[in-house]
C-alpha cells in the first residue's frame, strides 16, 4: 500500500486549517476551505435528502446560520434522476444553494430502504423503494452519479454493516467497502469535489483499525465514520469513538455520519469529530417536538395549552421570537404546517447555536464549562 503522503492532492479547491485543540479532551476547532465558501468547525449539516431541507427555505437557512446541507445520491438517483440534475447546472443551481454541499453515496439507502438487494463484489443490485425497478449501484455508479450531482464534498460507496452483526459479518464488509473505496478513487476525477474515505467496521475495534489503515492512502481531503448510530446504545458508539480519536488524521476534517442529537454532537466533539449531520432536527419537528436549551419540548401535549412563553428563552430564531408553545401547540394539533415549518427552523437554529458555542469554547479554552452547562440545563447525566 502506497503512503499517505503519495496521495495527497493540494489544489485550490480545498484545505483545512486546525485553529485549535482541547488539550484535555481533543475537541478540534477549524476551517474547511472549500469551492462554495469556509465552513467553521465543528459543525452540524442540516440533510436535504430530496436536494431540500424538509419545511424550511434556503434563505431561511442561511439567515439561520447553515454553512453546509447534505443530500442524498440514491434519492436524487431516483427522482428527478441524476443527469436531469447535471442538465440543470448541477445541484447548487439545481435547488438554489450557494454554499457547500455534501451527498452521500447512497449505500446506506441501498440496504436499508430497498425492499431486495443481492450483495456481491461488483456491486448491490436492488429494486427502487419507489416503483420496484431493478438498478445496480456499484464504486463507479456512485462516483459518476455523485459527479452529475457536483456537490462539494462526495463519499465513497460502502457497505455500512448493522448492529448485531458478527464479527465475521462485519469483517466481511470492510472487506469490500476497502476494495470498493479503490475503485471509487480509480474514476474519481473531479478536484473540485472531494472524496472522502469512510472508516467501517461496525463495534470492533480490530475491524476499525483495519479499515482506518485501508483508508489512510486515500485521505486527500477528510475522512468519515460510518456504521455508527444504526440502533447501537450510545456507550459502545462512544467507545468506538474513543479508539478511533489518536488514530484518525488530524491533518484533515473528519466527518461522523448519521449522527445528530445535541448530546451525540457534544459527544462526538469531546472526540475529535469536526462534522455531523443527521435528519433528526426536522423528523422531530413534524411530530411536535422541540430541541431546547432545557431539553425536549413536546408542544402537542396538554401542559402547553395556555403557556404563553417562547420555546426557548436562549434562543431569538424567528419561531423564539415571534410565537408561543400554546401557538405552536395549535398549529401542530390542527395540521398546520406551519407547525412544523417553525419548529424545523428553531430546530436547526438551536443545532447551529450549539455548535457555535462549543467552537468558542473550544477556541477560548473553556469547553469543559461549556459542556457541563449544557448537561445542567438538560438535566441529564453525560
Not at 10 to 29: C, H, I, M
Not at 137 to 155: R, V, W
Not at 313 to 326: L, V
Not at 343 to 350: P, Q, R, T
Request: charged share 20%.
Amino acid at each position: 500500500m502506497a503512503a499517505r503522503g503519495e496521495y495527497i492532492l493540494n489544489n485550490e479547491f480545498f484545505s483545512f486549517e486546525l485553529q485549535k485543540v482541547d488539550p484535555e479532551t481533543g475537541a478540534r476547532a477549524g476551517v474547511f476551505h472549500t469551492p462554495h465558501g469556509d465552513i467553521l468547525t465543528p459543525v452540524y449539516m442540516p440533510v436535504g435528502t430530496q436536494a431540500t431541507v424538509k419545511g424550511v427555505l434556503p434563505d431561511t437557512l442561511e439567515e439561520i446560520g447553515s454553512q453546509i446541507i447534505l443530500s442524498n445520491t440514491y434519492h436524487l438517483y431516483m427522482r428527478p434522476g441524476d443527469e436531469l440534475i447535471a442538465r440543470a447546472g448541477g445541484l447548487h443551481k439545481f435547488m438554489n444553494w450557494h454554499r457547500p454541499i455534501l451527498t452521500d453515496s447512497g449505500g446506506f439507502q441501498v440496504f436499508s430502504l430497498a425492499s431486495l438487494n443481492n450483495i456481491t463484489d461488483e456491486g448491490v443490485r436492488f429494486s427502487s423503494h419507489v416503483d420496484g425497478s431493478y438498478h445496480m449501484f456499484t464504486p463507479e455508479k456512485a462516483m459518476a452519479i455523485q459527479h452529475n450531482l457536483g456537490s462539494d464534498i462526495i463519499m465513497a460507496f460502502d457497505e455500512c454493516s448493522e448492529y448485531g452483526y458478527t464479527h465475521e459479518q462485519a469483517e466481511l464488509a470492510m472487506e469490500r467497502t476497502a476494495k470498493w473505496l479503490e475503485r471509487c478513487y480509480r474514476v474519481h476525477d473531479r478536484p473540485q469535489q472531494a472524496l472522502f474515505p469512510i472508516v467501517q467496521g461496525n463495534l470492533f475495534c480490530d475491524l476499525r483499525a483495519e479499515s482506518l489503515k485501508r483508508c489512510l492512502p486515500f485521505v486527500r481531503h477528510g475522512i468519515a465514520i460510518g456504521g455508527l448510530s444504526v440502533g447501537e446504545p450510545k456507550p459502545l458508539m462512544y467507545e468506538v469513538l474513543d479508539f478511533l480519536k489518536d488514530r484518525l488524521p488530524a491533518d484533515v476534517p473528519r466527518y461522523l455520519m448519521g449522527v445528530g442529537s445535541p448530546d451525540c454532537l457534544i459527544e462526538g466533539t469531546l472526540r475529535g469529530v469536526d462534522m455531523f449531520d443527521c435528519v433528526l432536527a426536522t423528523r422531530v419537528a413534524r411530530n411536535g417536538t422541540a430541541l431546547t436549551s432545557r431539553g425536549k419540548v413536546v408542544v402537542r401535549n396538554a401542559k402547553y395549552k395556555e403557556d404563553f412563553t417562547p420555546l426557548d428563552p436562549e434562543c431569538d430564531c424567528y419561531c423564539c421570537r415571534n410565537f408561543t408553545k400554546a401557538y405552536l401547540r395549535h398549529l401542530v394539533n390542527v395540521g398546520e404546517m406551519a407547525g412544523a415549518m417553525l419548529l424545523s427552523l428553531h430546530n436547526i437554529a438551536y443545532l447551529h447555536r450549539l455548535m457555535r458555542g462549543l467552537r468558542e469554547s473550544i477556541l477560548g479554552g473553556y469547553v469543559r464549562d461549556y459542556v457541563r452547562a449544557f448537561y445542567e440545563k438538560q438535566q441529564i447525566s453525560p
